[in-house]
């Protein structure tokens, strides 16, 4: 069975009716996280307890986000 998140190597080697060795070169492909449990990460803000939340525990609307103090306003141009 194949693992989360790993790299596997393979080859294929074949042989004629002469007993002539024809082989492939070594190829590989990625797993991604096939797991629920891989999908890990920490929050990305500020110190916990740090950040102010909404009155209501979420924004119903978009012009609250503007009182947060962690709020970024991106003009659509990209960073790179």
Known sequence: MLKSNQKYFWKVVIWDGNNREFASPVA???????NENDWQAAWIGGEAGSQTLPEKGFISDKKEQYNLPDTVIHNGNSLY
């Open 28 to 34: 590989s492909f990625e797993t991604a996280l096939l």
